[in-house]
Structures are given as structure tokens and as C-alpha cells.
């Protein structure tokens, strides 16, 4: 369950209560016909989208993310009116205008100044509202003399251009918006988001999906996350897509499985050294962490001969990036040569990682660091996201000021 985000009495624009959408798979066309027929089904039932609830206040904006085939495009296409739902109910308050799939409600053989007055009209204008708005829909979209050019010789970035120009030039109440503008050059991405943020400022709904996480903290207020065609998670934007983040570097690590087992082949168990133990802050399990706050590693080592050996301790996040790397010997040219069990432990003060998963790794190795008799991970400790933090970008808070110069 999210924790509510709207001011008591706040107008809803976009209700959403156990919405699903389920389609039927056929083998081969005849078998749509067969059905009706015979009266037997002959389809696989696939539900893209199960039970989703949400709501979104006037002047919200909501962000929608996930893997592929979460379902989050056919969630847009419900809110924009392209789909039905096959169960559940929707309200939606006011006018939607929606860039959904490239080129969709263009006609490839009218021209670009054609095909404003044909895209405005399914939005619900009427000829002399699209004549007054067509200037201002022209001068966003730039296209120059390509506006009276058949739409089929428009490149990619054009045809988002126009679509995105006339979506938001339309005065809409609800702006729905997929990946589409991602094949935008820089400069008309930036334009856009500048217009989005307007658009937010004027009280408008925003729907925005995407795949850049940063975009999403920079426009919406809300997330939800998909999976599978169910809500994960809905929450504040920047929480939910650093549990995305989380997510997804798990999953990468789950796939480079096998490479990461052929690479600890080469750290050789040998009964003479070994890590017992390592404990992050007192626990061998998990731990919860704020930014800022203090990590003391200790790690416990048995050595059953007086062989020179030095100690090694890495911090990787959950997808593999060593982000910070220490040796004992090249720090103080100290080597070890005792018999039994030690224990050392490495304190870091105020770690500065924004948010993320994170595990150490303690390596024991030979007096020369060339030879690695054996290696251990911890379990994870996880820095949670700082719901202040909207602007930093990257993994470390490194302490900064500006100063203006004159």
C-alpha cells in the first residue's frame, strides 16, 4: 500500500480501480473463426494487466516504469481511450491528449499541416480552434518547409516533433506520454521537458512512462512500478525507482551468473587460510543503512601455517561495480604472519553512497598480493533512499559549494 500524497480535498483527475486487460493469443487466424462457430474457445487468455488501482490529483504527475511486458503500454493506452479494459473501472476528468506509439493517428500520406487539423480533431477541437493553435503548434514543432511534406518521407524525430507539439498544444487536462520521445534529438528532449514542467506548473495531469529513471524523478511526484501486469510498488517517485534500480542490477547479476562462478574459480580455497566470518556492524546478516551513516566491517581469519598473507576488502554494488578497493600491505606494508585466528576490522565513517545495494568483499592473499587464497562476500547492506535528495545524480555524496563569480 502507498502512502497517500495528496492534500485532503484535492480534485482526482484519473481514477483507477481494479483495472485489468486481458487478450486472447490465437495459433492462426482460422482459429478466431473457429471459435465463434463451433462456440469453443481456441485462444490462450494473457493478462497484461491485473487489479491495478490508483488515483492521481489535478496537478500530479505520475510515473510509470518496468521491465518490458510489464504492461505499462497498454495502461496508457486504456487512460488515453485506445484500449478497452476487459474488467475494472476508469475515470478520468477532463481532456486527454496522448503520444503514445510513433506515428499513431498520422496519416502517412497527408502532409504534416494536414495531418495538425486531422490529429487535433480526434482530440475533440473543433476547424477554427485548430486554426488558432496552428501557429503556436508550428513554431514548437520547427520543421520548417518539411510541414507541407508527406508525413511517410518524415524521419522519426520528426514525426515525435509534430505529435508531441500538437498533444501539448491542444490545452489538454490530462497529458498521457510513453518512451516516444526518446528518439528525439537532445535539444527537443530538453525543449519537451521544459514544456512538461510547465504543464505541471498550470495544474495539468501528467501520465509519463520511460525508462530513464532521472527523468522520472525530475517530472513526476508519484511512481509506479509494474511487473508482470500487477503494481509492485507506488510510492514517491524518488523511493520507487531506486528499488527499481535495486532491481535491476539484481537481475543483471542473475544473468552474469555463470561468468562471476568461472571468475571465483580462480580464488583457490586452501584449508592453511581462510575468511571465517564477516559482520557489517555487528550482524552477519543484512543491515539497513541511511546515507551518511557509519560502516565497521570485521572480518575473522584463520591461518593454519606462519606464511606471509595480507588482507584485501572491496565494496561492490549489487551489479558487480567496485566501487572502492583496499589492501592492508599497499596501505601500511603490513603482512601477517601468525598462526591461529585474527580478527581486523575496517571502520568508514559517514559512507557517502546515495542509495543502493552494496555488499563487502574480504580477500586473503599471498605476502606479494598475487595470488588469492580465499575470498568471501558479506551479505548485502542496503542505503535507502533519501526522499529530499531529487538532484544529485551518480553514487557518492561528495560534500560541494557553489559560489557565484562575478
Known amino acids: 500500500m502507498y502512502r497517500e500524497t495528496m492534500q485532503a480535498g484535492g480534485e482526482v483527475s484519473i481514477r483507477v480501480h481494479d483495472l485489468g486487460k486481458?487478450?486472447?493469443?490465437?495459433?492462426?487466424?482460422?482459429?478466431r473463426l473457429k471459435e465463434v462457430l463451433l462456440r469453443r474457445p481456441k485462444h490462450l487468455a494473457f493478462q497484461s494487466l491485473k487489479s491495478v488501482s490508483?488515483?492521481?490529483?489535478?496537478?500530479?504527475?505520475?510515473?510509470?516504469?518496468?521491465?518490458n511486458g510489464a504492461g505499462k503500454s497498454t495502461l496508457l493506452k486504456l487512460l488515453a481511450g485506445t484500449l478497452t479494459p476487459s474488467c475494472g473501472d476508469m475515470d478520468i476528468h477532463g481532456r486527454v491528449a496522448a503520444l503514445l506509439e510513433l506515428g499513431a493517428g498520422f496519416h502517412q500520406e497527408f502532409t504534416g499541416r494536414q495531418n495538425i487539423y486531422l490529429n487535433a480533431s480526434l482530440l475533440g477541437l473543433s476547424e477554427a480552434e485548430i486554426k488558432a493553435q496552428e501557429e503556436a503548434i508550428l513554431d514548437f514543432a520547427e520543421l520548417g518547409q518539411f510541414i507541407d511534406r508527406p508525413i511517410k518521407t518524415y524521419s522519426s524525430g520528426m514525426v515525435v516533433r509534430l505529435a508531441f507539439s500538437i498533444a501539448t498544444s491542444v490545452d489538454p487536462d490530462v497529458l498521457v506520454i510513453d518512451e516516444a520521445l526518446s528518439v528525439g534529438d537532445q535539444y527537443f528532449q530538453k525543449k519537451s521537458l521544459d514544456r512538461m514542467l510547465k504543464f505541471r506548473e498550470?495544474?495539468?495531469?501528467?501520465?509519463?512512462?520511460?525508462?530513464?529513471?532521472?527523468t522520472v524523478n525530475l517530472l513526476c511526484n508519484r511512481v509506479i512500478w509494474l511487473d508482470q501486469g500487477i503494481v509492485r510498488e507506488q510510492d514517491i517517485a524518488t523511493e520507487v525507482t531506486a528499488h527499481y534500480e535495486n532491481y535491476l542490477r539484481q537481475k543483471e547479476e542473475k544473468e552474469n551468473t555463470k561468468e562471476e562462478r568461472r571468475e571465483d574459480a580462480g580464488c583457490i580455497n586452501v584449508v592453511t587460510k581462510y575468511i571465517e566470518y564477516i559482520s557489517?556492524?555487528?550482524?552477519?546478516?543484512p543491515i539497513s543503512m541511511d546515507r551518511n551513516d557509519n560502516l565497521d566491517v570485521e572480518i575473522c581469519v584463520q591461518s593454519l601455517s606462519q606464511d606471509p598473507f595480507t588482507i584485501a576488502v572491496a565494496i561492490e554494488r549489487n551489479d558487480g561495480?567496485?566501487?572502492?578497493?583496499?589492501?592492508?600491505?599497499?596501505?601500511?606494508?603490513?603482512?601477517?604472519?601468525?598462526?591461529?585466528?585474527?580478527?581486523?576490522?575496517?571502520?568508514y565513517p559517514c559512507l557517502p553512497f546515495f542509495h543502493g545495494q552494496f555488499s563487502v568483499v574480504a580477500f586473503v592473499l599471498d605476502g606479494y598480493g598475487l595470488y588469492c587464497f580465499d575470498k568471501k562476500r558479506s551479505a548485502v547492506f542496503d542505503i535507502n533512499p533519501c526522499r529530499d535528495l531529487k538532484h544529485e545524480l551518480g553514487l557518492l555524496d561528495i560534500a560541494h559549494e557553489w559560489t557565484l563569480l562575478e
Open 22 to 31: 486481458t487478450y486472447k493469443l490465437y495459433a492462426k487466424p482460422s482459429d
Open 202 to 214: 498550470y495544474g495539468k495531469t501528467i501520465v509519463f512512462c520511460s525508462h530513464s529513471m532521472y
Open 321 to 347: 561495480l567496485l566501487c572502492h578497493g583496499i589492501n592492508i600491505a599497499l596501505e601500511r606494508n603490513q603482512y601477517f604472519r601468525r598462526k591461529g585466528k585474527m580478527r581486523v576490522r575496517v571502520s
Open 280 to 285: 557489517l556492524n555487528g550482524k552477519y546478516g
Open 54 to 67: 490508483f488515483q492521481v490529483s489535478k496537478g500530479e504527475s505520475l510515473g510509470i516504469i518496468g521491465d
